[in-house]
């Protein structure tokens, strides 16, 4: 997704330019003070407290867009999207900067920033990086984990099924995290985990559960993974991550549809929390 200048022709190059400078605008405003918060204090508007207020909106909208709660093509307005979150739009548009660099988005002169367009096999091809990684790191978690850990995992699955035959969506959410950082962190692998956490904040988890059939194969994929574990089966536990992981970006690609036509060019405001919802990536 890296975006170069070099071989256009002068007419090009001079668009080009033309939107660079109005990156630049759109930067600079974002480090001047905000019309909403001039005048008054407020340590939201800290400049630590900011950037991390403006990735947590970045890894939100990361998440709808690869879940294809954005579509392909729709404006993105950040003075909508800040109202909605009950936030000053200062880090709601330094998100937008951060996700114009990853290539999740394109910046239009005039207009402001669309969604790029993301397909089925994008989805999938993020899942098979975190299925290798995580696999890896649950073959070497076999022989590592220790009774109590099998324990631990033992119950947290309990609590899963019981959760899906509920629908409670954000339990299962919930104990999937848990039950998989168990794993990862048996896995004793400092440069794997920090690798898996990478990929992971591309894994839109806070949507997983408008995906038809996830719940469900959290519960049956986790029964094998624990199976392999207690075996001690190292390639068992691998082959098992990785057919679950998989699966999950299987479902995630059968309910993404990209869509090449643009969207409207406000944001169906019912998609967002009043708040953003705060997660740990731990992996």
């Known amino acids: 997704m890296v975006k170069t200048v070099a071989g256009y022709t002068l007419s090009t190059r001079r668009r080009a330019e033309g939107h660079v400078r109005e990156i630049d605008t759109v930067r600079r405003q ?5 019309a909403e918060n001039r005048g008054r ?17 970045a890894d939100y909208l990361r998440d709808a867009i690869m879940a294809a709660q954005l579509a ?7 003075e909508r999207i800040a109202s909605e979150l009950e936030m000053s739009a200062t880090p709601v548009r330094e ?67 019981r959760a899906s035959l509920a629908n409670d969506v954000d339990a299962v959410e919930g104990y999937n ?26 894994v839109p988890d806070r949507f997983f559960g408008s995906v038809a059939g996830w719940t469900q194969a959290s519960v049956v994929d986790h029964a094998e ?18 057919m ?3 699966h999950a970006g299987s479902l995630l690609g059968d309910h993404f549809q990209p869509r090449d036509q643009a969207a409207s060019t406000d944001l169906p ?14 992996p």
Do not use: C
Request: net charge positive.
């Open 269 to 282: 405001l019912s998609r967002f929390p009043t708040r953003v919802p705060q997660r740990t990536r731990t």
């Open 95 to 161: 998100a937008l900067v951060t996700l114009e660099r990853e290539g999740f988005l394109i910046w239009e002169p005039r207009r402001g920033f669309r969604v790029s367009k993301i397909s089925s096999q994008d989805v999938q091809d993020m899942f098979n990086v975190q299925a290798f990684i995580a696999g890896e790191l649950a073959a070497r978690a076999a022989d590592r984990l220790t009774d109590s850990d099998l324990g631990e995992l033992g119950v947290l699955q309990e609590e899963l099924e």
């Open 244 to 246: 679950h992981i998989r």
């Open 41 to 57: 204090l407020d340590v939201r508007s800290a400049p630590g407290h900011r950037r991390q207020l403006s990735q947590e909106v």
């Open 30 to 34: 974002m480090t001047g003070p905000s």
């Open 72 to 78: 392909s093509g729709e404006f993105v307005r950040p």
């Open 225 to 242: 993974i624990l199976r392999a574990l207690r075996n001690r089966d190292l390639e068992g536990a691998r082959l098992a991550v990785v």
């Open 177 to 202: 995290h848990n039950f998989h950082r168990i794993i990862n962190q048996a896995g004793d692998s400092p440069g794997l985990a920090r690798l898996l956490s990478l990929v992971v904040s591309y």
